[in-house]
């Protein structure tokens, strides 16, 4: 099951929201049915959502239908942090603490299986810290008698979190099918859900109205239409009134800003009469990014919005005004008609630095990969939102003069050394060793291809009952310290398919997974341990219409099949 991620699409918050509306875990679409939902079948950790600061075409988050609250997000990055489906880490042998090894694992565990000595338990769940809230619509009171709760609900990812109750240590135990976690999780999920917005561990639900599930439900031309062209991410969530009175923004420039939303939905024009436009800061508020390490304990997936500042063409082209505001840590406001705010585990405003999000989203993942837990970190979003910059970043002069720019991968790998080496340090006595190996693919037009080894296409995926799902014919690569995983990424970076569209003058034309395997065996009580744990960087491919970036030929090819693959993740 492992794997399949790589295909998926995360679901944005409008197929959050419609999740749990639809009540029955099957596939949703919007009237267009054009995109679909369902559980993320991986172990996600940490998610990113990040946002373009720019307000064109390709907004970030749509502006609600009245009557449906939220509909979605143009969530750009996801990315995903630490299980925390297992004992609690202040619980364990202080000595796992320093790099995890402490746990006597039976020689069994060589072949990846999982450490029975590890105990397991389910992963708490909570409420979604994605939710919407409705201030000074006009509809309010029709909204409330409806009945239907505009709050979103990250529940799906929750399934991952039970799915991760598994995957101690383990390479095997990612390899779950996936119906080992099915629908009694989706079901406790909706039950959270039913349970009201008082779950809601942080966020802005308390205002909600308590929301009868299944008021909408799919349609047969909902579902059959989940594969979408590109561009249907913002379409699909865009609600169909919105859509047949919206078009383009003819005064979209004064809205421009590090946000999320629709700038096809008529509010946008509502929103530039809008005095509070105004009020918008050409300097948004700064808050600081939390880092609160039990906060990582107790939740397994966590969703980091972050948004891209307005580059000097835009600034130049739209202005400097911003349409969305931060109010605190977690929320986020769009200052429409409705003003719409949005919450989230984290927001990471405009100003936050690679080094400030690497020690949030990134830090606690080496951690746990070094403690044998499984990690997964991708992001997703509109073309040009910042994900390859928060992945990859400047990786230009690692060697010699390493940038402030650059990105979580290499900054993960930088701190991934530094604590092996000092774990192996205290562990000296018991003989701790690590290895670690990387592969570094991309999927790219449908087909896998070998980063490291771009002769190798078209690799196939394959299952096995040792291995679980893997890439055949992957080469994989040894690594001993930063430097080798830096010479890995600036092998892969070069090869990766990257092209000049309208929206992004290097777009990535492909979705890459960066993979490192770390390992470690140590001596004790007579008895050799070993650890496994495996870390995963995705960066995805952005979504993006067609009509913003100009793709045609070639370029419209790969959008399709971007486009493909990240619906795709919706049905895992
Ligand atoms: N936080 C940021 N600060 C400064 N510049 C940024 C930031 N995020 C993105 N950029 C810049 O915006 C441009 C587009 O970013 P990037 O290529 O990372 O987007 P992307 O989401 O990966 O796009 P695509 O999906 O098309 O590959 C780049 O020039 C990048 O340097």
């Not at 409008?14 to 009540?23: C, Q």
């Not at 099957?26 to 991986?42: H, I, K, L, T």
């Not at 390490?293 to 082209?317: C, G, K, M, Y």
């Not at 896998?448 to 995926?461: A, G, H, K, R």
Request: proline share 5%.
């Amino acid at each position: 099951m492992y794997p399949l991620w790589l295909f998926a699409k995360p679901p944005s918050l409008k197929k959050l929201a419609y999740e749990d509306y639809d009540g029955e875990g099957s596939s949703v679409g919007d009237e267009d049915g054009e995109q679909s939902a369902a559980d993320p079948a991986v172990t996600p950790r940490f998610a990113f959502v990040t946002t373009r600061g720019e307000n064109g075409d390709g907004g970030n988050l749509w502006s609600p239908k009245l009557d449906h609250g939220i509909v979605g997000a143009h969530v750009n990055e996801l990315a995903l942090s630490p299980p925390k489906a297992i004992e609690p880490r202040r619980k364990r042998n202080p000595r796992s603490d320093l790099g995890g090894h402490g746990d006597a694992a039976p020689e069994s565990a060589k072949n990846g299986q999982s450490a029975p000595s590890t105990p397991v338990r389910a992963p708490k769940r909570r409420m979604t810290k994605l939710t919407w809230q409705s201030r000074a619509s006009p509809d309010k009171h029709k909204s409330s008698q409806l009945g239907r709760s505009p709050s979103l609900t990250r529940g799906q990812f929750d399934k991952s979190c039970v799915d991760a109750a598994s995957d101690v240590g383990s390479v095997k135990s990612l390899q779950q099918p996936a119906s080992s976690s099915g629908m009694g999780t989706r079901d406790s999920v909706l039950n959270n859900f039913k349970s009201g917005p008082g779950h809601s561990q942080k966020g802005g639900v308390d205002s909600m109205p308590s929301t009868p599930l299944g008021s909408r439900k799919p349609r047969n031309s909902e579902l059959n239409r989940s594969i979408t062209s590109l561009g249907s991410v913002t379409s699909a969530a865009t609600p169909r009134s919105a859509k047949r009175h919206g078009g383009h923004s003819s005064t979209s420039n004064a809205l421009a800003a590090a946000g999320l939303m629709s700038t096809r939905a008529n509010g946008v024009r509502a929103l530039l009469q809008n005095q509070q436009a105004d009020q918008v800061a050409t300097e948004p508020a700064q808050f600081q990014l939390e880092e609160d390490p039990n906060f990582w304990q107790d939740h397994s997936v966590q969703v980091l919005i972050r948004t891209r500042p307005i580059s000097n063409s835009e600034a130049s082209q739209q202005g400097h005004s911003r349409c969305v505001k931060q109010e605190s840590a977690h929320t986020i406001t769009w200052i429409g008609q409705p003003e719409a705010r949005f919450t989230f585990d984290h927001v990471a405003g405009e100003s936050i630095s690679q080094e400030e999000l690497f020690r949030v989203a990134g830090l606690p993942m080496v951690e746990n990969c070094m403690s044998g837990y499984n990690s997964c970190m991708f992001a997703y979003g509109q073309t040009g939102s910042g994900k390859t910059h928060t992945m990859l970043g400047d990786i230009s002069d690692l060697h010699h003069q390493p940038s402030n720019n650059r990105g979580m991968t290499p900054r993960v790998f930088e701190s991934l050394f530094t604590k092996i080496k000092m774990a192996e340090e205290l562990q000296k006595q018991e003989n701790l060793r690590f290895k670690c190996r990387c592969f570094f693919l991309e999927i790219y037009n449908e087909q896998i291809v070998d980063l490291l080894e771009p002769s190798s296409f078209n690799l196939q995926m394959r299952e096995d009952a040792n291995k679980g799902v893997y890439v055949e014919g992957l080469l994989e690569v040894e690594v001993q310290n930063v430097q080798d995983v830096i010479h890995l990424l600036l092998l892969g970076a070069a090869n990766r398919k990257v092209a000049a569209t309208n929206m992004n003058k290097e777009s990535s034309r492909s979705h890459s997974v960066f993979t490192c395997t770390i390992e470690s065996q140590w001596e004790s009580d007579h008895m050799i341990n070993y650890r496994f744990g495996r870390l995963n960087l995705v960066d995805l491919a952005g979504s993006e219409r067609q009509r913003a970036s100009g793709a045609d030929g070639e370029r419209l090819k790969e959008a399709a099949s971007i486009n493909k693959s990240l619906s795709t993740l919706g049905h895992i």
